[in-house]
T-cell receptor
Framework: GQSLEQPSEVTAVEGAIVQINCTYQ??????LSWYQQHDGGAPTFLSY????GLEETGRFSSFLSRSDSYGYLLLQELQMKDSASYFC???????????FGPGTRLSVLP | DSGVTQTPKHLITATGQRVTLRCSPR?????VYWYQQSLDQGLQFLIQ???????AKGNILERFSAQQFPDLHSELNLSSLELGDSALYFC???????????FGPGTRLLVL
C-alpha cells in the first residue's frame, strides 16, 4: 500500500535546530516534497528532493535516501513563526496522485 | 499570495444539498489539484486535471465530481452532502510535473 509516517508533534526552543523525519512506503516514487501549513492557512511549498542527498534553502534543508525510503526536513535557527504543521508528500506516478503524510505539528517555544 | 484563487471562502449548507467550489490556477499553470482536509487531519488528494483533462483520481467519492474548463479554472461539485463532508477544500496548481504546488486559500465547508 501507500503510506507516509511522520511524528505527530515536535517541540523546540527559539534558535535551536529541529529535524522532522518522514518514512514512506510505496511501489512508485518520484520524489519527496515538504509543505508548511500555519493554523487556518494554506499549505506552502518548502522543498523537493528528487535525488538522494541534501537540498538547502536558507534556514531549511531537506534530505532524501531512496534506499532507506526516508527523508527529513531540517529547520535551523528556529523562529516563533516556524510554529506550524509540516507535511511530507510524494507522487507515486510522475506529476500525479500525490499522497501527503499526516503532518508534524512543530511548536517553537521562547 | 500564491496566485491561486478559490471561491467562496466559507460555505454553510444542509445535508442532502449540492455545492460548487471554484478555483482559478496561477497564470500559466495547466494542472489543478483538489484536496480535502478534515479537522486536524492531513490532506487527502481528490482529483487532478491537466489542461482540461482528468489526469489522476485519488480518494474522491462518487458523490463528488470536478471539471476543468477551457480557461483552466476548475470546479469541484459536491452533492448529497453529509455531515462528514464538512472540511477545508483546497485547490492547488502547478506546472506539468507537480513538484511544486501552489495552494489557494481554501474553501471551508460546513454541512449542518
Amino acid at each position: 500500500g501507500q503510506s507516509l509516517e511522520q511524528p505527530s508533534e515536535v517541540t523546540a526552543v527559539e534558535g535551536a535546530i529541529v529535524q522532522i523525519n518522514c518514512t514512506y512506503q510505496t511501489s512508485g516514487f518520484y520524489g519527496l516534497s515538504w509543505y508548511q501549513q500555519h493554523d487556518g492557512g494554506a499549505p506552502t511549498f518548502l522543498s523537493y528532493n528528487a535525488l538522494d542527498g541534501l537540498e538547502e534553502t536558507g534556514r531549511f534543508s531537506s534530505f532524501l535516501s531512496r534506499s532507506d525510503s526516508y527523508g527529513y526536513l531540517l529547520l535551523q535557527e528556529l523562529q516563533m513563526k516556524d510554529s506550524a504543521s509540516y507535511f511530507c508528500a510524494y507522487s507515486d506516478n510522475y506529476g500525479q496522485n500525490f499522497v501527503f503524510g499526516p503532518g508534524t505539528r512543530l511548536s517553537v517555544l521562547p | 499570495d500564491s496566485g491561486v484563487t478559490q471561491t467562496p471562502k466559507h460555505l454553510i449548507t444542509a445535508t442532502g444539498q449540492r455545492v460548487t467550489l471554484r478555483c482559478s490556477p496561477r497564470s500559466g499553470d495547466l494542472s489543478v489539484y483538489w484536496y480535502q482536509q478534515s479537522l486536524d487531519q492531513g490532506l487527502q488528494f481528490l482529483i487532478q486535471y491537466y489542461n482540461g483533462e482528468e489526469r489522476a483520481k485519488g480518494n474522491i467519492l462518487e458523490r463528488f465530481s470536478a471539471q476543468q474548463f477551457p480557461d483552466l479554472h476548475s470546479e469541484l461539485n459536491l452533492s448529497s452532502l453529509e455531515l462528514g463532508d464538512s472540511a477545508l477544500y483546497f485547490c492547488a496548481s502547478s506546472d506539468m510535473d507537480g513538484e511544486t504546488q501552489y495552494f489557494g486559500p481554501g474553501t471551508r465547508l460546513l454541512v449542518l
